[in-house]
T-cell receptor, first 114, second 116 residues
Framework: DQQVKQNSPSLSVQEGRISILNCDYTNSMFDYFLWYKKYPAEGPTFLIS?????DKNEDGRFTVFLNKSAKHLSLHIVPSQPGDSAVYFCAAIGNTGTASKLTFGTGTRLQVTL | GAVVSQHPSWVICKSGTSVKIECRSL??????MFWYRQFPKQSLMLMATSNEGSKATYEQGVEKDKFLINHASLTLSTLTVTSAHPEDSSFYICSARSLYSNQPQHFGDGTRLSIL
């Protein structure tokens, strides 16, 4: 039962354009969401997060949007840079029984082309 | 700050061998550490939550006798894959929770385990 889903396994964007990565969740108990960037053979690196009491959080080139009614969040990267090429995971935390338990999506591989 | 070190980064061993992976929080004390496993092109799946000084809490479907977790100090948790078989080959990642960080978990760089 995949409670956090990233339906696009891959995305290709031209340098300088906007990258939009999407994530859907099914568990209404999730109340905190995070995006991680991951390179092969490395651990995830935290990018940005958002609490369920907000609908937008911005940090430099990264903006996360949350639509609670749709149980949907997205990560916008603008402008996209070649160094952004990696796998991006969304993750969720909630009152699901285990404190700080992260539930990860399946990941989206972003390729930023020149 | 909040650096997590994982060792070894890559291990290859014969089937039937037991393999120990270490996870250390280098500059903070971690009362809680987490162990994940990632198969190729799949999500990170939580295996167990490790609490210092107590037994680990395993996720459903994870064999606790197969994956032994020890969290004897506030800076070290170990995962031992006992009698490893080829199907145990995977990427294992630990994370640690710092009470003084705005991030819920800080991740190590992972261990690639290959069982021949």
């Amino acid at each position: 039962d995949q409670q956090v889903k990233q339906n696009s396994p891959s995305l290709s964007v031209q340098e300088g354009r906007i990258s939009i990565l999407n994530c859907d969740y099914t568990n209404s108990m999730f109340d905190y969401f995070l995006w991680y960037k991951k390179y092969p053979a490395e651990g995830p690196t935290f990018l940005i997060s958002i609490s369920s009491i907000k609908d937008k959080n911005e940090d430099g080139r990264f903006t996360v949007f949350l639509n609670k009614s749709a149980k949907h969040l997205s990560l916008h990267i603008v402008p996209s840079q070649p160094g952004d090429s990696a796998v991006y995971f969304c993750a969720a935390i909630g009152n699901t029984g285990t404190a700080s338990k992260l539930t990860f999506g399946t990941g989206t591989r972003l390729q930023v082309t020149l | 700050g909040a650096v997590v070190s994982q060792h070894p980064s890559w291990v290859i061993c014969k089937s039937g061998t037991s393999v120990k992976i270490e996870c250390r929080s280098l500059d903070f004390q971690a009362t809680t550490m987490f162990w994940y496993r990632q198969f190729p092109k799949q999500s990170l799946m939580l295996m167990a939550t490790s609490n210092e000084g107590s037994k680990a809490t395993y996720e459903q479907g994870v064999e606790k006798d197969k994956f032994l977790i020890n969290h004897a100090s506030l800076t070290l948790s170990t995962l031992t894959v006992t009698s490893a078989h080829p199907e145990d080959s995977s990427f294992y990642i630990c994370s640690a929770r710092s009470l003084y960080s705005n991030q819920p978990q800080h991740f190590g760089d992972g261990t690639r385990l290959s069982i021949l």
